[in-house]
Antibody
């Protein structure tokens, strides 16, 4: 059964770079859209972006200028880097598997455990 | 961006009740809508994709319907483990967007 295990620094200062990695185990790494989603405490969900096995990405315009999502197919891992963080970036960050019946992801069926990211000086 | 609006924002119900949540899209999204359940402190769990397709392992008391701009999630007979927050999500155009959530509380 596929599992997603994520890790990364949970406490950042303003202007620093957020880096998170998600490792995929127990199934095929190809054929899906590997996705990052965040959720400020007590608030709703925000799709950040995704990447496929070929390295093709989609980013949310709200963070596009600061965001890089990359993939390491040899390691079955994908990563998020968000530069110049502010308090507005504080949230639970989840990695997730997006599956597609068509061209792009339809929904997110497997999720990582989440990482709480705090931004404080 | 496509705006997803859920109603109500919260609802109180009892075990055994039938409840229906609504999700409206700001523009037509065909049937590209998913529903998630989130328990406190946990990652969301996918319940339904493509508006009405029940995910494997999800109890049959959950059902989804709708197309275009109006969608519903129904729980036919509430169980104690169903009290959670429910989100809808559109998957027709980037950026994918979620509704603000409906919190289901025990009456």
């Amino acid at each position: 059964q596929m599992q997603l295990q994520q890790w990364g620094a949970g406490l950042l200062k303003p202007s620093e770079t957020l880096s998170l990695t998600c490792a995929v185990s127990g199934g095929s790494f190809s054929g899906f859209y590997w996705t990052w989603i965040r959720q400020p405490p007590g608030k709703g969900l925000e799709w950040i972006g995704d990447i496929n096995y070929s390295g093709s990405t989609h980013y949310n315009p709200s963070v596009k200028s600061r965001l890089t999502i990359s993939i390491a197919t040899s390691k079955n891992q994908f990563s998020l880097q968000l530069t110049s963080v502010t308090a507005a970036d504080a949230a639970f960050y989840y990695c997730a598997r997006g599956y597609a019946s068509g061209t792009y992801a339809d929904a997110f069926d497997i999720w990582g455990q989440g990482t709480m990211v705090t931004v404080s000086s | 961006d496509i705006q997803m609006t859920q109603s109500p924002s919260s609802v109180s119900a009892s075990v055994g009740d039938r409840v229906t949540f609504t999700c409206r899209a700001s523009q037509g999204i065909s049937h590209w809508l998913a529903w998630y359940q989130q328990q406190p402190g946990k990652a969301p769990r996918l319940l339904i994709s493509a508006a009405s397709s029940l995910q494997s392992g999800v109890p049959s008391r959950f059902s989804g319907s709708g197309s275009g701009t109006h969608f519903t999630l129904t729980i036919s007979s509430l169980q104690p483990e169903d009290f959670a927050t429910y989100y809808c999500q559109q998957a027709t155009s980037f950026p994918y967007t979620f509704g603000q959530g409906t919190k289901l509380e025990i009456k």
